[in-house]
C-alpha cells in the first residue's frame, strides 16, 4: 500500500448519506485525483475487497455495513469552452455539485440545465440514473462521459448513445456498465434552445408569474416547485423519489383508468403509459404515514424519509409494504429506483 494514501478505517457513512441510515464502510477513501482513484482500486484489490463508489450520496441506500472501500470521489473542476455556432461545451469534474453547476451554467446564459436545478448529488452521479424532472432528462445535453475502467485502470470516452440512456436508467446501472467509474461529465448547452416549459407544475406558476421566460425564470420555478414539494435532503433525510413511475401497456392502462377515472399518467410514444407512482401511493393512503423512524413524506407520496434516523433495512421494509400493497391494489409492481447495497 502506498503509505501517503489517506485510507480511513471504520467510517461511519450516515454523514455522507442523504437518507443518513447508519452503517460503517471498514476503509474509506475521498479520492481527489485519477492517480488517487487508481491507487484505492490496488488497495482493494490486494485485499481482495470490494469498492463501493459513492459520489453526493443522494441515491444510495446501505442496508447493512460495508465490509469493502468506499472510494468517494472528490474530483473537481469545471471548464467552459465556447464554440463558434454559439454553443458552449461544458465538462465537469465527477465530484463537482450538481446543481451548482446547474446555477453556474444559468448565471452564464446558457439552456439546458435549467430544469434539473436543486436535484441533490453530484456530476458523476448523474449519468447513473439518467436523472430527469419537469420534462428534461440529462440525456438531452449530455455529449460524452469520461471513465475510467475498473478492470483495466485505463480511461476512456464513452458518447451518448454508447450510454444507453432510457428513464432513470443507463449502462452504468447494468452489469456490462458496472466496472466504470465516471470521471467527468461533458454537455452542449447554448443560448438559444427552446425552454421546455411544458409539464403541468411547471407551466402553472411560469403561468401565474406572467414573468418573462428565460433560463434564470425557469429555473426559479423550478426551485420554488421542488422546495414546495420534495423535503430538503438536509432537514429530513431521504434519497428523492424512491419509486420509479411503472410502465403499462394499453389493456392494463384501459383497465386502471375504467376503475380510476382521476389515475395520473403520461401516454407514451409506443401506445404504453407511465403511471405516476406518488398518485398511486398516496390514493392507497400512505401519504404522511410513519413507522417507528420513517415514513412517507406528507406533501410527495413518491418519497420515503427517515427522519428518526432508522437503519437501511427500516426504510426497505417500509417500501416491501408499499409495493406489496400497490401490486394488491392496482396491480402494479413498483421498481425501488436508488441504488441498494446490497442489491437483491
Ligand atoms: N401525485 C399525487 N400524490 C402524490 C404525488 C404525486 O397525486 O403524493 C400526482 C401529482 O398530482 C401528479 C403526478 O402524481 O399528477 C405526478 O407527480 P409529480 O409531478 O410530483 O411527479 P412524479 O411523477 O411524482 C417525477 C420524478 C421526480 C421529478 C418530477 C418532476 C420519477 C421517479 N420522479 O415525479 O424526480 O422531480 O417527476 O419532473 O420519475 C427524483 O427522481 O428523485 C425526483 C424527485
Known amino acids: 500500500m502506498n503509505s501517503s494514501l489517506p485510507v480511513q478505517e471504520n467510517v461511519d457513512l450516515a454523514p455522507l448519506l442523504t437518507l443518513r441510515t447508519p452503517a460503517q464502510a471498514r476503509f474509506y477513501l475521498c479520492a481527489q485525483s485519477i492517480a488517487e482513484i487508481r491507487q484505492g482500486l490496488e488497495f482493494a484489490r490486494a485485499r481482495d475487497l470490494p469498492v463501493l463508489l459513492l459520489g453526493g450520496g443522494s441515491n444510495l441506500i446501505l442496508v447493512e455495513d460495508f465490509d469493502g472501500l468506499v472510494l468517494h470521489l472528490g474530483l473537481k473542476g469545471v471548464t467552459y469552452t465556447p464554440q463558434e455556432d454559439g454553443s458552449c461545451i461544458v465538462r465537469a469534474a465527477a465530484g463537482e455539485n450538481w446543481h451548482e453547476l446547474v446555477t ?17 448529488g453530484t456530476v458523476g452521479a448523474a449519468p447513473v440514473q439518467n436523472i430527469g424532472a419537469y420534462g428534461v432528462e440529462l440525456k438531452d445535453t449530455l455529449t460524452r462521459v469520461e471513465v475510467l475502467d475498473r478492470r483495466t485502470f485505463q480511461c476512456r470516452t464513452l458518447t451518448n448513445p454508447e450510454c444507453g440512456f432510457s428513464y432513470r436508467n443507463s449502462l452504468f446501472k447494468t452489469s456490462d456498465g458496472q466496472h466504470f467509474i465516471i470521471l467527468a461529465v461533458e454537455f452542449r448547452l447554448d443560448r438559444s434552445r427552446p425552454l421546455q416549459v411544458g409539464y403541468g407544475d411547471l407551466a402553472r406558476v411560469l403561468e401565474s408569474r406572467g414573468a418573462e421566460m428565460t433560463e434564470a425564470s425557469v429555473m426559479q420555478a423550478v426551485m420554488e416547485i421542488r422546495r414546495s414539494k420534495l423535503p430538503d435532503p438536509k432537514l429530513i433525510p431521504n434519497v428523492g423519489s424512491f419509486f420509479m413511475n411503472p410502465i403499462v401497456d394499453c389493456r392494463q392502462f ?24 406518488g398518485w398511486l401511493i398516496d390514493q392507497a393512503g400512505w401519504k404522511g404515514y410513519r413507522e417507528g423512524n420513517v415514513g412517507v413524506h406528507d406533501r410527495q407520496a413518491l418519497v420515503l424519509i427517515n427522519p428518526g434516523q432508522g437503519r437501511g433495512s427500516e426504510v426497505i421494509e417500509l417500501a416491501r409494504k408499499i409495493q406489496r400493497d400497490i401490486l394488491q391494489r392496482f396491480g402494479v409492481a413498483l421498481n ?9
Open 254 to 277: 384501459q383497465h386502471l383508468q375504467q376503475q380510476y377515472p382521476q389515475i395520473a399518467h403520461y401516454p407514451l410514444h409506443d401506445g404504453r403509459h407511465k403511471l405516476a407512482a
Open 104 to 120: 453556474n451554467t444559468v448565471a452564464r446564459g446558457y439552456r439546458g440545465l435549467e430544469n434539473l436545478a436543486l436535484i441533490p
Open 336 to 344: 425501488i429506483e436508488p441504488v441498494r447495497v446490497p442489491g437483491d
